[in-house]
């Protein structure tokens, strides 16, 4: 059965810290790879997605994520956060064998002003 | 363009009722996803409906069941409920099966 890793359930830094959030994957096949953020009271959106080409895609608000296929890993990264990057973080899988998504269990990220 | 929307947006049902929960989609697409969301966790799928149809199916009991309608509103019912079924109910929309659109969520609490 497919299932996400996050490695860290809460991760505290200081505003220009640079950011890494580490997340790995069980599934042997193509794998379709997202992350979502969810901002205090708000819903969750997506931040970016992986589906094939440049293993390195960037979205939304200066994040970044590399797809390390051999790894089975997909890291989320920003080099210097800022306050209002206080979230949750959800990193995501799905193969084009099934339709669900299937959600890490987030890591909280909370950003010191 | 409005996005997902779902309601109610809280819920307080007792041991044993059955709720309904509503979600229309993003305008255009025809696909709907439903995940429960328990504190502390990630996103756990439930169903995703595709032109009316069933196209998936998680890990929940019979309790749960949904449909979806020509307008490609959906509805997510749970019969019996139990306490442990207190939870945010999240629906995603998508025009693309691999990149889902949520909504707020519906806050369920059983009592």
């Known amino acids: 059965a497919q299932s996400v890793s996050q490695h860290n359930h809460h991760v505290i830094l200081s505003e220009a810290a640079s950011l890494e959030l580490g997340c790995n994957y069980s599934?042997?096949?193509?794998?379709?790879l997202f992350w979502y953020v969810q901002y205090p009271g708000q819903h969750l959106q997506l931040l970016l997605k992986y589906f094939s080409g440049d293993p390195l895609v960037k979205g939304i608000k200066g994040f970044e994520a590399e797809f390390i296929k051999s790894k089975f890993s997909f890291n989320l990264r920003k080099p210097s956060v800022q306050w209002s990057d206080t979230a949750e973080y959800f990193c995501?899988?799905?193969?084009?064998?099934?339709?669900?998504?299937?959600f890490g269990k987030g890591t909280r990220l909370h950003i010191l002003p | 363009d409005a996005g997902v929307t779902q309601s109610p947006t809280h819920l307080i049902k007792t041991r044993g009722q059955q709720v309904t929960l509503r979600c229309s989609p993003i305008?255009?697409?025809?696909?709907v996803s439903w995940y429960q969301q328990v504190l502390g966790q990630g996103p756990q799928f439930i169903f995703q409906y595709y032109e009316k149809e069933e196209r998936g199916r998680g890990n929940f009991p019979d309790r749960f069941s949904a449909r979806q309608f020509p307008n490609y509103s959906s509805e997510l019912n749970v019969n019996a409920l139990l306490l442990g079924d207190s939870a945010l109910y999240l629906c995603a929309s998508s025009g693309n099966p691999y990149e889902q659109y949520f909504g707020p969520g519906t806050r369920l609490t059983v009592t």
């Open positions: 995501a899988v799905n193969t084009n064998r099934d339709d669900k998504i299937i």
């Open positions: 305008s255009g697409h025809k696909s």
């Open positions: 599934y042997g096949g193509t794998v379709n």
